[in-house]
């Protein structure tokens, strides 16, 4: 029983990394887009204002639960969840210290793109079950961003499984060199750019544009079901950031233990407040744009990158 | 019971439920579901017998692709205003048999095939794979993508046919 219980340890900090995370990038976002705005941001509670974030969240944890009585219940009720729990599992993989990934799978590139793609049916059901035009419209919206925006994504990680002969996380880090970086830069923008659109973030917030569709998809929501999707969102900020510093920066660098796990945190949060930096700078873009930055600009990126790889792989 | 025939059990459980659901949810988006869950059982049936990239595809394809699809479509159709219509068959007497005498028959032909336990699991990572498509396998692996791009040379020939 001890894998048992070592899933379930494993599941727990998970669950508190996430939650802290969240709680902090909440309150990273407001700093930063206060500061792009010429403002403060939250300052009153504790130290810069760090237990704003604590404060909210114990005030929609104490809020009403409300289910619209249109609303499919069952599947209104279970869809925060849908949404929440791949993106929880898609951590397990990300190597964090030198030879330790609490998943060591040798599918372990696949399982970080196929995992958080079941989110996207909570989102979908999410949107249904609400009975609501604004919802279902935010829904039909992220579910096509979504799987669009999958496929460079994934595009943009083959350059390490060409480059390191494996999908195993841990094989890749134990392969990485210094020079991967200037020679997968253009994959670096694929994934950059379209993992801000898969956690439906700004600029690509279509499904849930507040001045057009409300909320979108969690417009019905409130309480402690609305605080999950935005767990899942900042979750996926973070789980995209992390695995972005490990596989394009190197990750720990090959220092040993609580140093290199300092230095992913470090090269993470970096990334982490560039995409919130994105979402504050850039205006929200139409459909069309959308769609066309996917098909005809990114995945057509990302196989050029494949390209270069293929081609210079031999005189490695 | 050891922990792997709990594991097992799950699986079976919410495969076997997820087909009910599926079959006799009069409701679309359950039914939808009721599917989402049976192939995420599936998915943990090829992991639990080794065979993870197998595992991952379906996850990948089955949840992340054709179920997306298909409750993109089901969002697209119009609900009916007076609920959900009843189920009603002249054959369920018949209907029961037949899917009696055709489970007797994928056990029976299955019980020699499928593994008793994990360790006598089939083991199919990605190297395998690998080794089998790019090497004894490959005119099967080259014939199945000829197939594939006729079938959709075919679509494009049979949507396009009306245009000219």
Do not use: C
Not at chain 2, 67 to 73: H, K, N, R, S
């Amino acid at each position: 029983m001890s894998g048992l219980a070592w899933g379930a340890l494993y599941g727990l900090a998970a669950g508190l990394v996430i939650a802290v995370a969240a709680l902090i990038g909440v309150w990273g976002e407001r700093k930063v887009a206060g500061r792009i705005q010429m403002r403060i941001g939250p300052q009153e509670l504790g130290p810069f204002g760090l237990l704003q974030t604590l404060a909210d969240t114990l005030k929609l944890v104490l809020k009403e639960d409300i289910t619209p009585a249109a609303a499919d219940v069952r599947i209104f009720r279970i869809a925060p969840l849908i949404v929440f729990a791949p993106i929880a599992m898609s951590f397990v993989i990300i190597p964090y210290a030198s030879g330790f990934a609490p998943l060591d799978t040798s599918v372990g590139i696949l399982f970080f793109m196929a995992v958080p793609a079941i989110s996207v049916i909570g989102v979908l059901l999410a949107g249904w079950s609400s009975r609501n035009t604004y919802a279902t419209i935010g829904g039909l919206r992220a579910a096509a961003q979504m799987i669009s925006y999958e496929l460079p994504r994934t595009l943009s990680i083959l350059p390490f499984v060409l480059l390191a002969g494996s999908m195993r996380p841990l094989d890749i880090m134990d392969e990485w060199r210094w020079w991967w970086i200037p020679l997968t830069f253009i994959a670096f923008v694929v994934y950059f750019i379209s993992s801000i659109a898969e956690v439906n973030r700004g600029p690509f917030d279509l499904p849930e544009a507040e001045s057009e569709l409300v909320a979108g998809y969690f417009a019905d929501y409130s309480g402690i079901r609305w605080a999950i999707f935005m767990m899942a969102e900042y979750g996926g900020m973070v789980a995209a950031a992390l695995f972005g510093a490990v596989f394009w920066f190197g990750g720990y660098l090959h220092l040993p233990g609580a140093f290199g796990v300092i230095m992913l945190i470090a090269m993470a949060t970096l990334l982490a407040i560039g995409m919130i930096w994105v979402k504050w700078t850039f205006p929200r873009m139409r459909p069309d744009q959308l769609m066309g930055t996917a098909w005809k600009v990114l995945t057509p990126m990302a196989l050029v990158q494949l390209v270069i790889i293929g081609v210079v792989i031999p005189w490695l | 019971m050891s922990l792997e025939s709990v594991i097992f059990a799950v699986l079976g459980i919410v495969a076997v439920s997820g087909g009910i659901v599926t079959v006799f949810a009069r409701d679309v988006s359950r039914m939808a579901m009721g599917l989402g869950a049976f192939l995420v059982a599936v998915a943990g049936f090829f992991v639990y017998w080794g065979a993870t990239f197998l595992g991952i595809v379906q996850l990948f394809v089955y949840i992340g692709g054709v179920l997306v699809l298909m409750i993109f479509a089901i969002m697209l159709v119009h609900r009916s205003p007076d609920g959900s219509p009843t189920i009603e068959s002249r054959h369920d007497v018949a209907a029961i048999a037949v899917a009696g005498g055709l489970f007797f028959m994928v056990v029976t032909a299955l019980r020699g095939v499928v593994p008793d336990s994990v360790d006598q699991g089939i083991t199919s990572g990605p190297a395998e794979l690998n080794e089998a498509f790019l090497g004894p396998m490959l005119t099967h692996f080259e014939m199945g993508g000829v197939l594939l791009l006729a079938v959709l040379v075919a679509v494009v020939v049979i949507l396009g046919g009306d245009e000219r």
